[in-house]
């Protein structure tokens, strides 16, 4: 997986445009072991908010891990 290459500010930089502007929150969701990060940016058209989840192997992405089950 290309993931770990990855780094979250230069996620956040190619999904949101802005890493200077994007408010970063840590958030625990259920379920999901690991980091998860919220980034927000406040836009003219209204507030943009994607969830970014940490995956085993280091990397960040917009989809949450796969259970250790699957």
């Not at 200077?20 to 998860?36: F, K, L, Q, Y």
Request: with cysteine.
């Amino acid at each position: 997986m290309q993931s770990a290459a990855t780094s979250l500010r230069a996620l956040v930089h190619k999904w949101l445009g802005s890493t200077g502007d994007a408010m970063i929150t840590r958030v625990h969701p259920p379920g999901i072991s690991g980091g998860c990060v919220r980034a927000q940016v406040n836009r003219p058209a209204g507030s943009l908010a994607i969830f970014f989840f940490r995956h085993r192997d280091g990397g960040w992405c917009v989809f949450p891990p796969a259970c250790r089950g699957s």
